[in-house]
């Protein structure tokens, strides 16, 4: 398996800006989504805990390659700028992936969501 570091970040946003955080983090990914290490990103709410966001990235790499490649990237500057008025705390767990499986989905179904 070629090396992949997972990024689960889970966000506790601030009383009121959970809509706004997530157009940000909406923004984010679809900056980042061209980066040559970029696998894929799905963004999650969390029915019990209903001012979070939770966000899971797959990037090609290592934790060491994401934070000196890819944290400091500078349009993340200002994204990190903006946390401290939208959230509370950020939670980052680095995880390495041990085994993957797929199904066979078409382009087509997966942007209809299927």
């Known amino acids: 398996m070629a090396e992949k570091v997972v990024l689960y970040v889970r966000f506790k946003t601030k009383a009121?800006?959970?809509e706004e955080s997530g157009r940000h983090l909406h923004a984010l990914v679809e900056i980042m989504?061209?980066?040559?290490?970029?696998?894929n990103a799905i963004i999650h709410?969390?029915?019990?805990?209903?001012?979070d966001i939770v966000i899971y990235e797959t990037w090609q790499g290592t934790r060491e390659s994401w934070l000196?490649?890819?944290?400091?990237?500078?349009?993340?500057?200002?994204?990190?700028k903006l946390l401290a008025e939208l959230v509370e705390e950020r939670v980052i767990v680095f995880l390495t992936p041990v085994e993957?499986?797929?199904?066979?989905?078409?382009?087509?179904d997966r942007r209809e969501g299927r």
């Open 16 to 18: 009121g800006k959970k």
């Open 33 to 39: 989504k061209v980066e040559p290490a970029f696998l």
């Open 100 to 108: 993957e499986w797929y199904r066979n989905v078409r382009e087509e």
């Open 68 to 80: 000196k490649n890819e944290f400091t990237k500078p349009y993340r500057a200002p994204y990190e």
């Open 45 to 51: 709410d969390d029915p019990e805990q209903a001012d």
